[in-house]
C-alpha cells in the first residue's frame, strides 16, 4: 500500500476517515494531533510543552514535531503503509517528510484533501466540544485553529499540486460522508493500481 497523506482543516474529518481506510485497507495511522494528546494524558515533558500550543490554537514548532514524526513513523510495522493524519502542516514540516521518507527509499505516495466550508467546520467542532471534551475546542481557540490553518497550512495544498499528489475531495459537491469515502477509497485504488 502506498503512503497516505490525509490533509484539510480542523474538523474536516481526517480522523474519522482515517480509520475507515485502516479498518479497510489495513494501514498504519499515525494522527499527530493524538500522538501530542497522548503526551499531555501521560504528563511528559514533551506533553507539558505541546499543552501550551494546542490550548492556544498554535501550531507546535517544527523541529520538534519532525523529530516526533519520524520516531513514531519508524515504531509503525514496515511494508504496510501508513496514514499522516494532521502532519505535515507547514511547507517545512513536507520538505522533511518528504526527505525522511527518501531516506528510508519509501515514497510519500498519495494527498488527499478534504475541502470543507469553515461554517460547517465550526458546527462539527462545536458538536464535537459537546461529544469529546477537547480543551481546544472551544469557539475562540477553533477560531485561531482557522486563521493558523489559512495562514500556515492551507499553502501547503500548492506544494502537493507541485509535486503532483494532490487530490481534492469536495464536501459541498458530496454531501454525505459515504460520498466522501467512496471518492477517497477510489483515489487510494487509482494510485495503488
Ligand atoms: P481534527 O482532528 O478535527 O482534524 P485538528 O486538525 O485541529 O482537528 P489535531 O490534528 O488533533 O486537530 O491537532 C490538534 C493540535 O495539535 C493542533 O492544533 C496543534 O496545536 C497540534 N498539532 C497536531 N499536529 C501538528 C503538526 N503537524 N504540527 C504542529 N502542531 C500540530
Ligand atoms: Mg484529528
Do not use: C
Amino acid at each position: 500500500m502506498k503512503n497516505i497523506i490525509i490533509f484539510g482543516a480542523p474538523g474536516s474529518g481526517k480522523g474519522t476517515y482515517s480509520d475507515k481506510i485502516v479498518a479497510k485497507y489495513g494501514m498504519g495511522h499515525i494522527s499527530t494531533g493524538d500522538v501530542l494528546r497522548g503526551e499531555i494524558k501521560n504528563g511528559t515533558e514533551l506533553g507539558k510543552i505541546a499543552k501550551g500550543y494546542i490550548d492556544n490554537g498554535q501550531l507546535i514548532p517544527d523541529e520538534l514535531m519532525i523529530d516526533i514524526l519520524a520516531k513514531t513513523y519508524d515504531a509503525e510495522p514496515a511494508g504496510k503503509g501508513v496514514i499522516f493524519d494532521g502532519f505535515p502542516r507547514t511547507i517545512a514540516q513536507a520538505e522533511a517528510l518528504k526527505k525522511m521518507l527518501a531516506e528510508r527509499g519509501h515514497d510519500m505516495g498519495v494527498m488527499i484533501e478534504l475541502n470543507v466550508d469553515e461554517e460547517t467546520l465550526m458546527a462539527r467542532l462545536l458538536n464535537r466540544a459537546i461529544e469529546q471534551g477537547r480543551a481546544d475546542d472551544n469557539e475562540e481557540t477553533i477560531k485561531k485553529r482557522f486563521e493558523v490553518y489559512r495562514t500556515q497550512t492551507a499553502p501547503l495544498a500548492e506544494w502537493f499540486e507541485k509535486e503532483g499528489m494532490r487530490n481534492t475531495i469536495d464536501w459541498q459537491k458530496n454531501n454525505s460522508m459515504d460520498a466522501m469515502l467512496s471518492a477517497i477509497y477510489k483515489v487510494i485504488d487509482t494510485a495503488n493500481a
